[in-house]
């Protein structure tokens, strides 16, 4: 893949991104029976939702000020965070939990390398809070992946 993308094609990728995200943690909302789980993912479909909302706002035109042309090709490896494998039907929960903590590191870094090309200002900012946002996702994933993978037995 080619490392050079136009900021059209980032957004389009990011928007994409974050609707697999929806698609995974709906997909694991079903799939959990713990009641504290499906809460978690349920309330990270939401906020991937959001994310994917205030992407289009920007593919739109309607952030602002700091926001870059739409056709400006940008060499930033950013399409590297963007390609990550999708969740096959047969994984085990735990291993789920962990595709998904990469998924957010990788949507962390994402926004980061892409708030990092954009002049100060409102998209910027934006693009920093989702990548913290991402990075907060991250962290509820990896506290599930411990749960699952390592259970707390009777004898603590």
């Given at each position: 893949m080619a490392n050079k993308l136009t900021v059209g094609e980032v957004l389009e990728r990011a928007i994409q991104r974050e609707i697999e995200s929806q698609d995974l943690y709906?997909?694991?909302?079903?799939k959990m029976t713990d009641d504290a789980a499906k809460t978690a993912f349920r309330q990270l479909y939401r906020q991937e939702k959001g994310h994917q909302k205030?992407?289009?706002?920007?593919?739109?035109g309607k952030l602002g000020s700091g926001t870059l042309s739409y056709g400006r090709v940008v060499d930033y490896k950013i399409a590297e965070y963007l390609d990550q494998p999708a969740l096959p039907p047969d994984m085990k929960l735990k291993d789920a939990f962990l595709l998904a903590a990469n998924r957010e590191k990788a949507s962390h870094t994402f926004y980061v390398s892409f708030a990092a090309i954009h002049p100060?200002?409102?998209v910027r900012r934006l693009l920093e809070d989702l990548a913290a946002q991402?990075?907060?996702?991250k962290q509820r994933v990896e506290f599930l992946f411990t749960e699952v993978a390592f259970p707390q037995t009777d004898g603590g």
């Open positions: 709906s997909e694991l909302s079903r205030r992407l289009e706002q920007y593919q739109r100060a200002g409102q991402e990075l907060e996702h």
